[in-house]
């Protein structure tokens, strides 16, 4: 029998189960697990088979990974594969990131949404001139009572690595010697601490040196993961190639070819307008900011960061500072005023006689987790946990499912 009336053949068979139209009689079904990808993902197998013809096998599973192969066992065989990795919802990574971990109050925030969140990421140390590992003491940085407090919860814990000094980093991604010893420190100290892995915050502008940048993300990545550690690298959010030094550093494309685990695109500080008061992260340049990102991250390799916090200006456009969760409560109070929704910045705005103050709070949040799920990413990661707003967790979650 030809391979084109086969093909085609199997192609009308598989439209009539789509369609809900049988055949005969029920054909058998067997659960398999499949753990590669995602653990606990049911898979059905079924086994049509037509008279001396051709056998069709096609697999589907629950979590939307499909295979489906068609095999001739006549004169010769032919074998076509699709496959498509697809995070299921509530399977969605959620990432507490926190500038210190000192203040217990808020302690009890992770207490409560423990089983939303996977991993706190605390800005707990920063590159040195010497391109070694520095300590936030002031942050309490490798605090042992936080590190139990968070292995009594199950919450996983991935420091920050944290550098806004170009020249610095330039030197280090251009030096072999000096990233392998660097990835053995981070080690040890991993080892030492019971750290799950790292994220990386270089906030930097070496465009020219993009590629190295790249190179070392993978090289580090490589070291980690042969010592059973996870990487995940931050960069700034863009919807194009847009004329800027510091966005162009991070090339999403040679960043998704590296083995890094996650990109996570800090999809805030909106800074495409050129005047006026500025929103905190318009939801449609957030959107498109992902869609962007797709294009050379696979989704299963990104994550969408997303802001807990806010920003006041003057109506001239000049920026007067950030907004803490209770600064935002306190300027409510003080002003006497009532705020409005923005719907098409999907933003709370508070209108003042000479200000504007935006903020992202969890109720404006859950729009933003939603895309995540809308391009079924691999998760989200919050900036941030203490002193954001603390019933934020509780949206996420019900926008991912979780």
Partial sequence: MKLGYVIGLATLLLLGIALGYGLGSSFPTHTVEVTK????????????????????????????????????????????????????????????????????????????????????????????????VGKYDKRCA???????????????????????????????????????????????????????GYNIDFEVSIPEYSTEFASFIDRLAKKLHSNGLILTVDVP????????????????????????????IMAYDFYEWVSGPKPVAPIWWVEDCVRYALQYIPPEKLILGIPNYGKTWSVDGTFRGWLLYPDWLALIEKSGKNYTIDKELMEKVLELNNEVAYFVDGEMGYYRAFIAVKYELKGIAVWRLDKGDPNAWSFYARALGK
Avoid: H
Avoid at 90 to 109: F, P
Avoid at 147 to 176: C, H, Q, W, Y
């Fill in 37 to 132: 990808l995602i653990t606990s993902i049911k898979t059905d197998i079924k086994t049509f088979t037509l008279p001396t013809t051709v056998t069709i096998t096609v697999v589907k599973t629950v979590s939307r990974t499909e295979f489906i192969t068609f095999t001739s066992t006549t004169t010769s065989t032919s074998t076509i594969t699709e496959r498509k990795v697809i995070i299921p919802q509530g399977n969605q990574l959620v990432i507490a990131w926190m500038l210190s971990t000192c203040d217990k109050s808020e302690w009890s925030v992770l207490e409560r949404f423990s089983r939303q969140i996977d991993i706190v990421s605390p800005d707990w140390y920063y590159l040195t001139e010497d391109l070694s």
């Fill in 142 to 196: 490798e605090d042992r009572e936080f590190i139990e407090f968070l292995n009594s919860l199950g919450v996983k814990l991935m420091p920050m690595l944290v550098s806004a000094n170009s020249e610095l980093v330039r030197k280090l991604v251009t030096d072999p010697n000096a990233i392998d010893s660097l990835s053995a420190e981070l080690v040890y100290l991993a080892k030492k601490y019971n750290y799950y």
């Fill in 237 to 264: 959010a863009k919807r194009m190639e847009w004329p800027s030094s510091y966005t162009a550093t991070y090339d999403y494309a040679k960043l998704g070819k590296t083995e890094v685990d996650a990109v996570i």
